[in-house]
């Protein structure tokens, strides 16, 4: 018998594509087949409602609400649970990760535990480049030319500078999104394939493998990050990195959502096809005889619902209700669907699944275990901990910013409950949420109480957790998120 091996897949910034596929086309075509042997997760709620604190949660099984990656100093920047690389290494297995998001590292705590991280992938790179177009004044300049061209009464000298800007972006973000795309990483991917190969014995080790795919997470720009080759550049394919930052122009200047929707399925079907690869590439190596294999994401995406374009600050349904599948393999082939739990869990729950698939191979029965899992950490919860969204600084600029604030979203079948609260964790109060769901008094309770014990309990000194505030501030302020 083969080496039991386990490997995860994040498609940054994925909602469910079911509403934008098109009569006989869909816009994942690989997946919409390949899901038939699968479970199919109708009832995952991200643990947060942007990258890091979803990524500690899947991976370590923390609380999205402990890691304070928005408020520096308050409490813990790393999870205290060891993550599932970690676990995974004590049985025995070995491990690599290839993540195209730069927030997504192991000097973040958000992929920690890793024996390999991006071996031959220099996604940090754009990484860098990110920070220096940040920090340079481009998103700013961005911005300052973009607000005037959407006004109602725009003249010919903000078009011409709005399509100047706009053209020296996206030839910016088109070079920074290339060192991070799916096709780079996937090289990288061969090269550690090819590495492994030459060495027979690391065949029989158990293997954990984790990858984040970005083409999902703007920008949407042609012929890259899933604008199709030769399409004609729309309002979707706007050259920033956080569509958020430009909201209040987005809604003011009346933009509308169908360019993003184009430009977001384009996105959609080209990490399909990238998906379609990674699965090829595990199949000739052999690394599906005998294996589970996850495919899911990190977080939604609005795109003009509720006033709002972007990810991170509010906890609506399409940031927080995403995608998941599980295959099981065995011999090379899936074993065949099995029902979906029929409880919303989310990225806390999800770990303690992925850690049942430990390395000796064991049975694991998969609604059990979300179940116990259920039982121990409490009900599905989706947090956002931070300030409110805002136009992007720039060099000699500070753009005005509202106090932070806490978000916790509990959900339990078709109730639910958002609590706001201050980031010391008073004038906790019902937040509106527009869902179909029904809003539950038990749960407000059951989020408050957890937002009061976190105040206390962020109140008290970590050693070590100051260590990695500039690094991360850094990195947050250039995907637009302080």
């Given at each position: 018998m083969p080496a039991r091996n386990l490997v995860v897949v994040v498609a940054d910034t994925w909602r469910d594509q079911r509403p934008f596929d098109r009569p006989g086309a869909p816009s994942m075509p690989f997946l919409d087949a390949f899901s038939r042997d699968a479970m199919t997760f109708d009832r995952l709620l991200a643990s947060s409602s942007w990258t890091a604190p979803s990524h500690v949660s899947l991976l370590s099984g923390a609380p999205p609400w402990e890691t304070?990656?928005?408020?520096?100093?308050?409490?813990?920047?790393?999870?205290?649970?060891?993550s599932l690389a970690d676990k995974w290494g004590k049985a025995g297995g070995v491990s690599a990760a290839f993540s195209a998001n730069f927030l997504v590292a192991p000097s973040l705590g958000t992929a920690t535990g890793y024996t390999r991280y991006n071996p031959g992938f220099r996604a940090g790179m754009a990484g860098y480049l990110q920070l220096v177009a940040t920090f340079g004044g481009y998103e700013r300049r961005l911005y300052e030319a973009f607000a005037?061209?959407?006004?109602?009464?725009?003249?010919?000298?903000?078009?011409?500078?709005?399509?100047?800007?706009?053209?020296?972006?996206?030839?910016?973000?088109?070079?920074?999104?290339?060192?991070?795309?799916?096709?780079?990483?996937?090289?990288?991917?061969?090269?550690?394939?090819?590495?492994r190969s030459m060495n027979a014995d690391r065949r029989n080790v158990p293997l954990h493998l984790f990858f984040n795919l970005a083409e999902p997470h703007e920008p949407y720009l042609v012929g890259q990050n899933g604008g199709a080759s030769g399409s004609r550049a729309t309002t979707g394919h706007l050259p920033t990195i956080n569509f958020a930052r430009f909201n209040d122009a987005l809604v003011g200047g009346h933009t509308s959502p169908a360019p993003f929707f184009d430009a977001y399925r384009e996105s959609l079907t080209a990490v399909d096809t990238h998906f379609h690869t990674l699965v090829d590439l595990l199949k000739r190596d052999g690394i599906l005889d005998n294996a589970t294999l996850v495919f899911l994401s990190d977080h939604g995406q609005n795109l003009g619902e509720h006033g709002f374009y972007g990810h991170g600050f509010y906890l609506y349904d399409e940031l927080v209700k995403i995608p998941a599948y599980l295959w099981e393999f065995q011999d090379g082939k899936p074993v065949g669907n099995t029902a979906p739990p029929d409880e919303w869990v989310d990225h806390r729950h999800m770990n303690d699944l992925l850690c049942a698939f430990t390395a000796d191979g064991a049975a694991v029965d998969?609604?059990?275990?979300?179940?116990a899992s259920l039982d121990r950490k409490g009900p599905a919860s989706s947090f956002y901990e931070g300030p409110g969204p805002r136009a992007p600084d720039g060099m000699l600029v500070k753009a005005p910013r509202s106090a932070p604030y806490r978000l916790l979203r509990v959900q339990r079948g078709n109730e639910v409950a958002l609590v706001r609260s201050d980031v010391k964790g008073g004038n906790i109060e019902p937040a509106p949420l527009d869902s179909p769901d029904k809003l539950s008094r038990e749960l407000f309770d059951i989020g408050r109480r957890l937002l009061q014990y976190e105040a206390v309990h962020a109140a008290t000194p970590v050693p070590g957790a100051e260590g990695m505030d500039a690094q991360v501030d850094a990195r947050l302020k250039s995907w637009g998120y302080d």
């Open positions: 304070h990656f928005h408020v520096p100093g308050a409490g813990p920047r790393s999870p205290r649970a060891e005037p061209r959407m006004a109602p009464d725009a003249g010919a000298l903000a078009r011409v500078r709005d399509s100047a800007t706009r053209w020296g972006g996206t030839g910016l973000y088109k070079s920074i999104n290339a060192m991070r795309s799916g096709d780079m990483l996937l090289r990288a991917f061969r090269k550690f394939l090819r590495q998969l609604h059990d275990t979300l179940r």
